[in-house]
């Protein structure tokens, strides 16, 4: 009967589902995984609506679905934010606990909307990271891509977790990690703790350095391919520096070079 309740409660076109796991990585960041409805289908690099009913009022925000479009769960990375009208309500979730899904899920971040190449890039900062965490787990980019270079930069190390855990968890998965082999490179950096790689990955591929680490060539617009997913600032910066190299920006209607994420931010 309790089901039969929250059934009639859904809003139209709006799933409930069942949160399966949380993992808080720091006062900002956490991770949770939630049932998947047989019927949902999305491209791995696509956001969904995700709500909470607060008071007797459904509220959303857009989130990554940051799980590949195989994972028969759905998990998602998020900020915490003391005052925001859903992640102050959102990060006491536990196992058990009910999340608003609206059904269409859709977003620039999916390998249909990059015309073909060698090389694909993806540039994270913070929770920016989500839509290439889905990404990295399927294997259709492996199969378009032959290298895959993830960058990540946050704060701190310790917001760089999640990131490591993900690469962790493929080397450790004995069919993806047969299929990513040695195509997926992880740059991570962080800006305000001392580390080995320290910078804004702007700054990095500006002076040079990033290139220098990985041993890679200057971007060729002919091979190479991006995906940019970070606050207002990152995505602007990130985008001047493929266009100064010759990459266009591309669309789910008009496939080019890097396309870009703007659901997130503001
Ligand atoms: P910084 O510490 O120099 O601001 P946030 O947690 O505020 O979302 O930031 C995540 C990361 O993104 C931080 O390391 C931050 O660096 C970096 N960042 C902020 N603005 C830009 C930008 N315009 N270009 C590249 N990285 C940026």
């Given at each position: ?16 589902e ?15 995984r939630m049932t998947r ?28 679905i940051?799980s590949?479009?195989?994972d028969?769960e759905l998990e998602f ?190």
């Amino acid at each position: 009967a309790k089901t039969e309740d929250f059934a009639i409660q859904a809003p139209a076109g709006v799933y409930v589902e069942t949160v399966t796991s949380v993992t808080h990585y720091t006062d900002r960041l956490f991770r949770f995984r939630m049932t998947r409805p047989q019927e949902f289908r999305f491209r791995s690099g696509e956001f969904a609506m995700i709500g909470l009913m607060v008071g007797d009022k459904p509220v959303y925000r857009a989130y990554s679905i940051a799980s590949p479009a195989w994972d028969e769960e759905l998990e998602f990375f998020s900020i915490k934010v003391p005052d925001g009208p859903l992640t102050s309500h959102l990060q006491k979730i536990k196992p058990g606990d009910q999340v608003l899904m609206r059904k269409k899920p859709t977003g620039t971040l999916v390998l249909d909307a990059l015309v073909p190449g060698r090389r694909l890039y993806m540039f994270s900062t913070g929770t920016g990271i989500a839509p290439f965490a889905s990404l990295i787990r399927d294997p259709e980019t492996y199969e378009k891509f032959e290298e895959v270079i993830l960058t990540h930069t946050c704060r701190d190390v310790a917001e760089l977790k999640y990131g490591f855990d993900l690469v962790d968890e493929i080397r450790n998965h004995e069919f993806l990690n047969e299929i990513v082999g040695d195509k997926l490179r992880h740059y991570a950096t962080v800006t305000r703790e001392d580390y080995p790689f320290k910078g804004r990955i702007t700054d990095l591929m500006t002076n040079r350095k990033f290139f220098a680490d990985l041993g890679l060539p200057s971007f060729d617009p002919a091979i190479d391919r991006g995906m940019i997913c970070g606050s207002t600032a990152m995505l602007k910066d990130t985008k001047e520096i493929l266009e100064a190299a010759g990459l266009t920006e591309g669309a789910n209607n008009k496939p080019a070079e890097f396309v870009i994420e703007r659901a997130f931010v503001g």
